[in-house]
């Protein structure tokens, strides 16, 4: 079975699986979905008290944690859905119109 990291725009069809189903875990982390923003959250750590909160709901796992403290977004794979503004109970993070980090 081929591994979703040797595919590319040369592979042909007969290469791929069927449905183009993933059946590795882990695969998002080779897709940039940031690319895809069309809004962008902002963290403000003033107000964060690093209750950690925002990071098991991001679905695409964007919100870095190290030594037990968020760090700052990984902008490479957030894809702007909104889901961490909601869910902070501090407010530190609000939305800005536009893709760019
Ligand atoms: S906006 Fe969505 S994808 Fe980006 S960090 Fe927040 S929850 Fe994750
Ligand atoms: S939910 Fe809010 S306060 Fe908690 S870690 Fe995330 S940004 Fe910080």
Not at 3 to 15: F, M, V, Y
Not at 37 to 57: A, G, Q, S, Y
């Amino acid at each position: 079975m081929i591994r979703a990291k040797d595919i590319n725009l040369d592979t042909p069809l007969e290469g791929l699986t069927p449905g183009g189903e993933i059946y590795e875990g882990g695969t998002a982390a080779m897709v940039n979905t940031g690319s895809w923003r069309t809004n962008t959250p902002v963290i403000d750590f003033e107000k964060c008290k690093h209750c950690m909160l925002c990071v098991p709901f991001c679905p695409d796992v964007a919100i870095p944690v190290k030594d037990g403290k968020r760090l700052d977004f990984d902008y490479l794979h957030c894809k702007g859905c909104g889901i961490c503004v909601t869910v902070c109970p501090f407010d530190a993070i609000t939305m800005k119109s536009g893709g760019e980090a």
